[in-house]
């Protein structure tokens, strides 16, 4: 480890106004440059905005070093992608090695964001969004908290090669940077988000249409989409004695059914 590098980390961390002002700074400046997001309340996102908001945080939190370790590291950098897959976290940081070597070429660095989950937030009738213990007023802010604490597992990768949010390592280190009071998001789940608009629940007995007939079933599970276990003498039989066929269905087209 860098002097330089151990300096920052031993740093007592920025002013919370200092914080504020350049968060609001990194927001605006990302805003104005983006062809795709419109507004805090953005419809759309792009990994062009990730990579950008990357590179003005990489500036103003960190100095540049952020970037010149992943290049030590790194020959392919760190890859953005958004994915409407993460159902119970706003995001994830991943560090891949290529077989058992260390070398520059087999080290690669991964951020998603659940750009679902974010867009599931914000609207008409949502609950108060929280992220890192801080209460976010629109996507953007919530974006920005996400995006922060996934820096905080970079930067630990990046150093010791391993991250852990329960630690008070990081709790420390995105507390002093960017001024978290919590290790964890609270953005309201894709789950959430499903019980809300159509009030199915995990457990209620549901109808739905396949292939022209009426299916009748038990919500098992909601992602995206829900999973109904259906009654059939025919189907995979299950630990609690009974056959079912499983189905995968979009909660907008299940309805209840009063018992």
């Given amino acids: 480890m860098t002097e330089r590098i151990q300096e920052f980390i031993d740093s007592e961390g920025w002013d919370k106004r200092v914080i504020r002002e350049k968060q609001a700074d990194v927001g605006e400046i990302l805003l104005a440059g983006s062809r795709h997001m419109g507004g805090?309340?953005?419809?759309?996102?792009?990994?062009?905005?990730?990579?950008r908001m990357f590179e003005l945080y990489d500036e103003m939190f960190f100095g540049g070093m952020l970037g010149e370790m992943v290049r030590e590291q790194s020959k392919v950098g760190v890859k953005f992608r958004m994915s409407n897959r993460l159902?119970?976290?706003a995001g994830k940081t991943r560090r891949m090695v290529k077989g058992e070597g260390r070398r520059k070429e087999d080290v690669r660095y991964e951020i998603v964001i659940g750009a679902?989950?974010?867009l599931d937030n914000f609207g008409e009738g949502r609950r108060e969004a929280k992220a890192c213990g801080l209460v976010c007023e629109n996507r953007l802010e919530g974006l920005q908290r996400v995006f922060e604490h996934e820096l905080g597992h970079l930067f630990e990768m990046l150093v010791w090669e391993r991250s852990s949010c329960k630690q008070a390592r990081f709790k420390g280190l995105v507390g002093k940077w960017f001024g978290h009071l919590e290790a964890t998001h609270e953005l309201m789940t894709r789950r959430?988000?499903?019980?809300?608009a159509y009030e199915v629940e995990i457990?209620?007995?549901?109808?739905?249409?396949?292939?022209?007939r009426r299916v009748e079933g038990r919500v098992n599970r909601i992602t995206r989409r829900a999973t109904v276990l259906a009654p059939s003498r025919d189907g995979r039989l299950y630990s609690d004695g009974r056959r079912y066929e499983k189905y995968y269905v979009g909660v907008g087209d299940l309805m209840r059914v009063a018992l």
């Fill in 40 to 51: 805090v309340n953005f419809e759309r996102l792009s990994t062009v905005d990730l990579e």
């Fill in 87 to 89: 159902t119970r976290s």
């Fill in 116 to 118: 679902g989950m974010l």
């Fill in 192 to 196: 959430e988000a499903v019980l809300r």
């Fill in 203 to 212: 457990g209620d007995w549901v109808w739905f249409e396949f292939e022209g």
